[in-house]
């Protein structure tokens, strides 16, 4: 260690800009200790800030406020049944999941202690509520909307939130119901009335991930943490004895070797943006239809491989389903979020998915990891990417579609590119899309049958309280997630497993320190957020199950390196 030369010195670096950053560095400014946050992108915040910036922490403190059950028992019985049922996923085991019910509520009193503005989403069912442990009310916690105007000469490195209307989610939900209930109405008046003031009084309003991360770096400049961006980290430096002791990055377009007395924490995204890891280990997956920033491109993930570090889950992604209209496919910075067909809109009545001969093949309404999962499975047999979203005209009128509003005209070009397809007949759209007519035909008609009854007797669309949820919870005359495909004309467009990141990298231990394939540890290294084996193994048990880990291990990681134990 003598003979390493250093041009600086923190007692903590954080590499990435995202949550798990975010928070590690709010725990070792209070237990007054230095730390530099090192971004490669122009912008903070990451992935985190482009999400839509919802932590899952089950048995947190705003549930108990609020009289919503939940215990440390209950929220164990529920990761069991979820996370606890992944095959061949090192990232999640009975300790580290104890770890994160454990810590997550600590992390959230922690944040709110530091002035981070945080809430409960009145109503976000966990996405496997009917299993053991399930909640209906949810667990979900989200930032309050965030002026930045508050970041003073910092505001333009914010990384932008996706959200373009400063709305919350559940506001964002109601809107896309305005056709079909005076709630929706409502709320698109409030979030109106929200504009005009904004205007007025020249406030900036960002929402989801923005908030969230608008606010932590608030936090972390006040606190005084050293923020750097343009910072990229080329590689890790090591002692005769293997601890990580800093990390070579660049500055003034020099290498710049900065030493890290307490240890180095990667929370630098996953490999969404690089093609050749997803050909490696995600085939059928495209880096053109992911939403993440451009920071995505994996090479810390491949850094901490050459140190030894295992890699696991690395076939994993947080899908999140897409039909991307022309010209919104990723060009580099990721695709908007907002102007794709996606979840939300899949799930409302008169709506289907169907593979390319013309078979339904999964519940539409589930989480949109599974939905995905289903899909590439589904195209080891029959090809299913991309698959086809059916709907009719009645949908058309009363629901959003692929960023526009309902019963809106939609662009011309869509149809000249061949994008979206429409016809008078099924028969006649299934010809459009090379499907079989009478295969589309056997198809709806099940479909229909099923939806009339207010049951799916395939693959039980609407039997969760998440299904329900999703679709239109103000409609009264059946349903909230099943409605018969009838009303012509009739349309389809195609829908491809998309991605809000990647979902695998360094497996690591409960204290978020980076491991060997032997399960020793790398020690000075630790790691959170997709930079890593999630906890959650290959499955995602409710809204947040990406954020949430980032900041309740970056927590962990932080205070198993300064010594805070519990002190906090």
Known sequence: MSQIQFDEEFDFISVGSGGGSMVSALVMRAMDKSVVV????????????????????????????????????????????????????????????????????????????????????????????DRPGG???????????????????????????????PAYHSEGFKIGLMKSSIQGRLAMLKVGMRIVMAKLTGKRWTTAGGALQGRMLQASLKAGVDMRVNSGVTSFIQDDTGTVKGVVTTKDGKPWRIVARLGVLVNAGGFSHN??????????????????????????????????????????????????????????DGVNL?????????????????????????????????????????????????????????????????????????PQEWYDAGFLKRADTLEGLAAQIDIDPAVMKATVERFNADAK??????FGRGNRAYD?????????????????????????????PGDVGTYGGVVTDVNARVLRADGSVIDG???????????MGRIYPGAGSSVGPSFVFGYVAAKHASGAGNSL
């Not at 406020?65 to 440390?72: I, Q």
Request: aromatic content about 10%; hydrophobic content about 35%.
């Open 275 to 332: 093609q050749e890891m997803r050909e490696k280990y995600q085939p059928g997956t495209s880096a053109k239809w992911t939403a993440t920033p451009p920071g995505n491109t994996g090479e810390m993930i491949l850094e901490m491989e050459k140190l030894g570090a295992q890699l696991a889950q690395m076939n994993e992604m947080v899908g999140n389903q897409m039909s991307i209209p022309p010209g919104s496919e990723n060009q580099g």
């Open 135 to 165: 909640s209906v009310p949810g667990r979900t916690i989200i930032a309050d909307l965030f002026d930045t105007n508050e970041l003073g000469e910092w505001r333009e490195r914010l990384e932008p939130n996706f959200m373009v209307i």
């Open 468 to 496: 329900n949820w999703l679709g239109d919870f103000y409609r009264e005359d059946g349903s909230h997630t099943l409605g018969p495909i009838e009303q012509g004309p009739f349309y389809a467009a195609p829908m491809v």
């Open 453 to 458: 009854a207010g049951k799916d007797s395939l």
């Open 525 to 535: 290294l630790y790691a959170t957020g997709i930079s890593t084996a999630s906890v």
């Open 38 to 129: 090192l971004e490669k992108m122009p912008r903070i915040g990451g992935t985190t800030s482009r999400s839509g910036g919802v932590m899952w922490i089950p048995n947190n403190p705003f549930m108990k406020a609020e009289g919503v059950d939940d215990s440390y028992e209950k929220s164990m019985t529920y990761m069991e049944a979820t996370a606890g049922q992944s095959v061949d996923a090192p990232g999640t085991t009975k300790e580290r999941r104890s770890a994160y019910v454990t810590e997550g509520p600590r992390m959230v009193e922690f944040l709110v202690k530091n002035g981070i503005k945080l809430q409960r989403v009145a109503s976000w069912p966990d996405y496997y509520d």
């Open 338 to 410: 907002s102007a794709v067909g996606g979840q939300m809109n899949i799930t409302k009545p008169h709506s289907i998915i169907v593979d390319q001969s013309g078979v339904r093949y999964m519940n539409e309404s589930g989480s949109y990891m599974e939905f995905c999962q289903n899909m590439i499975a589904r195209n080891q047999t029959v090809p299913a990417i991309p698959s086809w979203w059916i709907v009719d005209e009645k949908y058309m009128q009363k629901y959003m579609y692929t960023g526009t509003m309902p019963g809106s005209k939609k």
